[in-house]
């Protein structure tokens, strides 16, 4: 039996499985007519559930004349309707109303994590850049190029660098870079507009089928709205002459078409002694709309550059000796430019009424230049170690995915399946040694990079009662090509490799207060294609396996808690040698850990939020005391209280603490932890809104980013292995205010 045969037959059988049982269609919207997805719709007779998909729509089987459906939805008021007849479908307005802990139900569903960060959306929307990846539980981040440069990512023990270990997607176009001038998987999400976020679809562990590389410590991706409630217009000012200007304007909003654009614009000098000069421009602009009833269709274009001059990171000696203030540079012209313009076109097609079909086309191109220096006079004493990284990429790629609900007597489920290709063709891929911005002195990389993923995927969920059992499973295959333009002869060298993930999970859902989970598979992080090249194929996909066993609990009605124990091991640790253009293999690692997250609600008006986060992250191939992973954070805690009320008033307070950890492999240098508090405040009206916020409320001297470096300063004849850091915001306050029409 050929495949194509086998899919057929497969999809007749569940169609007729599910054509048996009684059905209730419906469709879901809100004041804005605009469709309402992912609600969850259950029957409260026989505990049959089902979920609205992303036009609002659903189909729940199994229903009878005077069953009660009960429809909730973060944000939304619970509603309950009493099933009068089989053949009318329902269409059912929810009223937005404030977020309420009381009402949360945890679903049956591997994402049910997720329901973590929409409280986070929902009482402390996000409004900079910095705080969009912090909106996910455990995730910290440090910026070290004065907001030009993707920020460094920790995770579970990984100091992911830009996003080595993490995959990033923004409505599923892929953020991360492979084979980047600066570093593998670069994560660079400074082209999304925070107020455009809708949703923040996150997971830890390698344990989700339809992601594929770098899908190590997680994933998250970042959902971006589909219609506007209404236009905004946005202002802020703040210390160290920060401005932005925002702009959201609606073009369509009815219940099959929607259109709006955003644009934002951003400047500062930030604190540091020579100004960073940054700017940033976005323009974002979105159309849904559906064609017919079973057809929908969407595109997405967005434009993001920026510019900046950078400090860069500071060696403590020079701190110390007073040769240089906390934010002042030993090489004030570093710094860079970047820009990427992105094309996005979705296809959605309902087969039936069980059945769906996704398809999305992504096209994206993007230059990047940049300038550092971080050992400053080490390698040459007369010119400086100032490198330039640059590149010129396209990257293109599209993904097709069926999905099929089943049911009968006995259980139900779902099951799906999909493709994905991913091309990126990296041009003038440079690494050199430069003076003063100017003058390029040696070129140490330089060649085109083709690089080609294609993926393809299946999953199951199998529902048994309580038990839900979702076996998967991904096959991805890589091809690399590095045209090395300093080689005498042209020649197109290659390499290719294929890598198999399974992934089994098992969740029991004993009520809609608990879900117990046990997590297991396998996912990779691949190489860059010049160490490919070099190596000969060697260490080109190392595996990643991990396991996950933890709950999700509301014990109380205002409480919602999860739980996880861990354990992750990697066949092979990448650590990359940016003034050297390559990624050093540094052995397999070991990582477990407990994570704890807890939202609270005590009060209508009064939310607190706790991420604390333990790992023990060693080497295994190392004797102990040599076998510590240099910056991997042992200990990470984040905690906020804030305040919503009716009377249109808000506030928060939140602290974020990372503990002391190694910065090599001895532990004889030491990254220093910090514990920073930020606030906010402000009052909402119909039309207006006025706020502040305080970065650094107590103005604490902290490291934002550290790194161990050997370098040597103009005026040293011996070099120095310590600490290189770039300072903390200080105390940083600014003012917003913003109208809506």
């Known amino acids: ?110 994402d049910a994590l997720n329901l973590i960060s929409d409280i986070n959306i929902q009482v402390n929307p996000v409004n900079s850049s910095q705080e969009i990846l912090r909106q996910v539980p455990g995730l910290f981040i440090g910026q070290h190029a004065g907001g030009g440069k993707a920020e460094q990512i920790f995770l579970r023990g990984f100091d992911i660098d830009h996003g080595t270990d993490i995959t990033i997607t923004a409505d599923g176009i892929p953020v991360n870079m492979v084979s980047h001038a600066h570093g593998q998987g670069y994560a660079d999400l400074h082209f999304l507009i925070p107020e455009t976020l809708d949703k923040i679809d996150f997971g830890k562990g390698p344990y989700y089928a339809n992601q594929g590389n770098f899908n190590t410590a997680g994933y998250v991706d970042f959902k971006t709205k589909k219609q ?258 300093l080689q005498a002869n042209y020649e197109t060298q290659s390499q290719s490799e294929a890598i198999v993930s399974p992934k089994l999970n098992f969740l029991y859902n004993h009520s809609e207060n608990l879900q117990a989970y046990v997590k297991t598979g396998k996912g990779f992080h691949s190489n860059d294609a010049r160490v490919v090249i070099a190596q000969n194929g060697e260490e080109i996909l190392p595996a990643a396996y991990g396991f996950d066993v933890g709950f999700i609990w509301k014990p109380i009605p205002e409480l919602v808690l999860n739980t996880a124990y861990w354990q992750l091991y990697l066949e092979q640790e990448f650590v990359y040698v940016g003034d050297a253009g390559i990624v050093e293999p540094s052995g397999k690692t070991r990582r477990q850990g407990i994570d704890f997250s807890m939202r609270y609600q005590p009060f209508q008006w009064l939310f607190w939020n706790v991420d604390a986060n333990y790992t023990h992250a060693r080497s295994t191939e190392e004797p102990s005391g040599q076998d510590f992973i240099p910056l991997a954070p042992d200990f990470t805690l984040s905690n906020g209280v804030n305040v919503q009320l009716e009377s249109g008033f808000y506030g928060g307070i939140n602290l974020k603490h990372i503990k002391d950890r190694p910065a090599n492999e001895d532990n004889s240098i030491v990254a220093e932890g910090y514990t920073v508090f930020d606030m906010n405040i402000g009052y909402n009206w119909e039309k207006l809104s006025l706020g502040i916020q305080v970065q650094n409320l107590f103005d604490t001297e902290w490291n934002e980013t550290q790194f161990a470096t050997e370098s040597r300063l103009q005026n040293e004849t011996q070099s120095t292995e310590e600490i290189h850091f770039t300072p903390g915001t200080p105390f940083f306050l600014k003012a917003s205010i913003a109208y809506r029409f």
């Not at 089902?50 to 008021?77: A, N, P």
């Not at 479908?89 to 309420?100: A, D, Q, T, Y």
């Not at 323009?283 to 400090?311: C, M, P, Q």
Request: net charge negative.
């Open 1 to 110: 039996m050929t495949t194509k045969h086998l899919y057929v037959f497969i999809t007749v059988l569940f169609i007729s499985i599910g054509a048996s049982a009684q059905s209730i269609s419906g469709l879901l919207t809100n004041a804005y007519n605009a469709p309402i997805p992912e609600a969850q719709i259950y029957n409260q007779k026989n505990k049959t559930h089902t979920h609205s998909d992303d036009d609002g729509k659903f189909m729940i089987e199994g229903v009878s004349i005077g069953d009660t459906l009960r429809i909730s939805h973060i944000g939304y008021q619970t509603k309950y309707v009493v099933i009068s007849s089989l053949t009318k479908e329902l269409n059912i307005f929810l009223e937005k109303k404030s977020i309420s802990l009381n009402e949360i139900v945890i679903s049956p569903k591997l």
């Open 228 to 485: 506007l409630r209404e236009s905004t217009i946005k202002l802020e000012a703040g210390q160290f002459d920060t401005y932005r200007m925002l702009g959201m304007f609606n073009i369509l909003n009815n219940l099959d078409h929607s259109a709006y654009i955003a644009t934002e614009y951003l400047a500062t000098d930030g604190p540091f002694d020579s100004p960073q000069n940054f700017n940033r421009f976005n323009i974002f602009g979105k159309y849904t709309g559906n064609l017919s009833e079973t057809d929908r269709i969407g595109v997405t274009l967005s434009h993001f550059e920026s510019t900046w001059d950078a400090s860069g990171q500071i060696p403590v000696r020079a701190v110390n000796s007073g040769l240089i203030s906390r934010f002042g540079a030993i090489d004030d012209t570093e710094g860079g430019t970047t820009s990427r313009t992105n094309f996005l076109l979705n296809y959605d097609k309902e087969l039936s009424p069980n059945s769906v079909i996704k398809n999305s086309f992504f096209y994206s191109k993007y230059d990047f230049k940049l300038y550092s220096n971080f050992t400053f006079f080490l390698e040459d004493p007369i010119n400086g170690d100032q490198i330039k990284q640059q590149e010129d990429r396209t990257l293109f790629g599209l993904k097709s995915e069926y999905s099929q609900k089943f049911t009968n007597t006995s259980f139900g489920g779902r099951w799906n399946a999909g493709i994905s290709l991913r091309k990126d063709q990296s041009n003038d891929n440079e690494l050199s040694r430069t003076l003063n911005r100017r003058e390029t002195l040696e070129n140490i990389q330089f060649g085109d990079i083709d690089e080609t993923n294609i993926g393809v995927f299946a999953n199951a969920e199998f529902e048994f009662g309580k038990w839900t059992i979702n076996p998967a499973l991904r096959i991805d295959y890589f091809d690399f090509k590095y045209n090395d333009f």
